[in-house]
């Protein structure tokens, strides 16, 4: 293919493109218009203004979704979809005792919807109550067994516990009732990491990929599991990807440094610099970039960012702080 002929498809691929990306707006707005015709038509209905929350809903405008559902659920205290919604957004906004509240009023209400159960089963992992979330769960799934979203969040809660065989038949039932949800073959890559299975994660994680190449942190996870099964060159590709993608996200910085740490310390230092210049309390951008520059003599400025993963380590790495402490003090 020549050059010209090259140019002239991926304008045309572009074109293409463009004219998908309109039409799903359009799509939008053509919806969008219709509810709010309906809602302005009968304004005393709570349906009209369900079925709009649920589109401004469905495009992330959380705040305006917010207004008509409460305005459903104010004409009609029960109506269950508004309900169910609304409760959804509380837990967004971390009020999870208002959300409970609600979800445990309408299961009151209408003890026999899954949706219900489930998402309340959600509310209670928010709150650590993980053997009230599993119930929840199992009960969405007598109700409704065809519930891929129950299964995806049980083994979410599994994987909290610890409890990584449960977590993966339940990842694993949630891929294989749909298949091509980006979600939950991420959720079932997470799962084989922490079994240790980062060849079966990557595969995972390729299909995501293909999915959906702009699920967030994909790249990022995928360097580091490259990284992990000694592709140094896929696991640099990968991150420099997610580097490209979002130079704003210190987590793929990070990765990048990480990777370069074991040929080149002096890009890894360049790397955790910049994720430290995005954010100034990454314990382990400060942690890594202390290693490396002790392992190169400098040591002032090694102990300076020992000093300051020490300080903003979270409660996981409390135990390496004290290791980081100890060490300082014996130098």
Wanted: charged share 30%; net charge neutral; proline share 5%.
């Amino acid at each position: 293919m020549s050059l010209k002929t090259n140019l002239i498809f991926f304008i045309a691929a572009a074109a293409i493109l463009s004219f998908v990306a309109f039409q799903r707006n359009l799509v939008f707005i053509n919806e969008m218009m219709l509810w709010q015709d309906a809602r302005d038509k009968s304004p005393f209905k709570a349906r009209p203004h369900t079925n709009l929350g649920a589109a401004l809903k469905s495009k992330w405008l959380i705040k305006d979704a917010e207004r008509e559902f409460k305005i459903a659920v104010g004409i009609d205290p029960t109506d269950h979809d508004s309900a169910i919604n609304l409760a959804d957004i509380f837990r967004l906004h971390d009020q999870l005792k208002g959300a409970e509240a609600m979800l445990a009023a309408l299961i009151r209400r209408y003890p026999t919807s899954p949706y219900g159960h489930n998402n309340l089963g959600n509310v209670y992992g928010d709150m650590r109550r993980y053997d009230d979330a599993v119930r929840e769960y199992g009960i969405a799934l007598k109700l409704k067994p065809f519930f891929p979203d129950a299964h995806n969040n049980m083994a979410v809660i599994y994987k909290r516990e610890g409890r990584t065989n449960d977590a993966l038949k339940e990842a694993v039932q949630a891929v294989s009732m749909i298949p091509d949800n980006p979600i939950y073959r991420n959720n079932l890559a997470l799962v084989l990491i922490d079994m240790g299975k980062f060849r079966e994660a990557l595969d995972e994680l390729k299909i995501v990929e293909r999915i959906a190449p702009e699920y967030p942190d994909i790249y990022e996870r995928m360097a580091r599991l490259y990284d992990e099964t000694n592709d140094i060159a896929e696991a640099i590709s990968a991150a420099r990807k997610a580097v490209s993608r979002n130079p704003e996200d210190f987590k793929a910085h990070v990765s990048l440094g990480n990777i370069y740490k074991k040929a080149n310390p002096e890009m890894a230092i360049k790397e955790y610099e910049k994720a430290l210049e995005i954010n100034p309390a990454c314990a382990e951008a400060h942690y890594n970039l202390a290693v490396t520059m002790e392992e190169t003599g400098r040591q002032a400025e090694a102990a300076r960012h020992y000093k300051m993963f020490i300080e903003n380590a979270p409660q996981e790495l409390k135990g390496l702080a004290k290791k980081v402490k100890a060490h300082l003090e014996g130098r």
